[in-house]
């Protein structure tokens, strides 16, 4: 209860900031402060105190929590051939009235995000990551090598996970950009974790285009532009549910998505709708397998579930490296 009470001494009363914790109960008892508040206050900063140093069994909730917000939102995918980096995202209206808010965010002529959580999460972390591409640019007057921004972005985000009195930002971001190093893709996760990956799908019913890009991943480095691009439809079609496939294949409607690129003498460009609508036409004359996963783990997110396919699954014994940064 020690601990509580020093953090009620530290957030409601500024003046005895230069206390420790063992002098901190008698400061409270000389401001006469009354069980109702201690039995109120306490409580409610402990918890979220706890919650963010984690569980006896080494979990932290407030990350795992976070993680479950991101299995929430869209999907969305990002994959690279030699020369390029290609994100393509589903839009969905929150409801009939509205729009559908903006998937993939440009930050700089050489990079460019897509989002899968919080959208104004994803909005403070663009606007850090385009402080830092204009910072290094006005400096050294060259582009910021996407290897290190995407340390210094998870830096930042680390330090969310070690404060009581802040939470983890509830997004996870796909990151494409270009460097002289060629091509990138990085996934960004709530807990700070980043990869450097071939091809990468998050948000909700993401295994099924993840299966599907385990499963073509040894075409996409000698893969045409335009190749590739198909590659990320057809991805993104295996992430929508059965009914509603069926009714996209029938020509009931369009399937709404966004779709960004950016390599070699490429600035990073979103497509426009007339463009976004060729590229369905020549995904679909195209083909693909579509692949649909029964037992989607995305589909009902929990702060206990494990991303880890299960152990009955058959996969490729090269597909299990293919997403970290190994040759």
């Known amino acids: 209860m020690a601990r509580a009470i020093c953090a009620v001494n530290f957030s409601s009363c500024p003046s005895l900031t230069h206390l420790d914790c063992h002098h901190s109960i008698f400061s409270i008892q000389q401001l006469g402060l009354t069980d109702n508040f201690l039995n109120r206050k306490c409580f409610a900063i402990s918890t979220t105190a706890m919650s963010q140093c984690g569980a006896p069994q080494g979990r932290l909730h407030q990350v795992e929590y976070a993680m479950a917000a991101v299995k929430l939102g869209t999907a969305t995918v990002g994959l690279k051939n030699r020369d390029y980096a290609v994100l393509v995202a589903l839009c969905k209206p929150a409801s009939e009235l509205s729009a559908s808010q903006r998937k993939i965010i440009p930050i700089d002529d050489h990079l460019g995000i897509s989002i899968a959580g919080i959208t104004a999460d994803a909005r403070v ?109 057809h991805a993104i079609r295996s992430s929508l549910p059965n009914d509603e496939l069926v009714s996209k294949d029938d020509g009931g409607s369009q399937l709404n998505i966004t779709v960004a690129i950016v390599g070699k003498d490429q600035p990073f460009k979103i497509l426009s709708d007339e463009e976004n609508l060729h590229y369905l036409e020549m995904a679909k004359k195209r083909g693909g397998s579509i692949i649909v996963s029964k037992d989607d783990d995305d589909d009902k997110p929990s702060p206990g579930d494990s991303e880890e396919p299960a152990p009955s699954t058959a996969r490729d014994p090269q597909v299990a490296v293919a997403t970290m940064e190994n040759p």
């Open 125 to 233: 972390l663009s606007k850090y990551l385009r402080s830092e591409c204009l910072s290094y640019k006005h400096s050294y007057g060259s582009t910021y090598p996407v290897s290190r921004l995407i340390t210094n972005l998870g830096n930042k985000m680390q330090t969310t996970t070690q404060r009581y009195d802040r939470r983890p930002y509830g997004v996870g971001l796909l990151i494409a950009g270009y460097d002289e190093k060629g091509p990138h893709i990085y996934k960004v996760e709530p807990s700070a974790n980043f990869f450097n990956c071939k091809a990468m799908t998050i948000g909700s019913r993401s295994q099924s285009a993840r299966t599907y890009l385990e499963r073509h991943l040894s075409t996409f480095n000698a893969s045409s532009k335009d190749d590739i691009i198909c590659h990320g439809i």
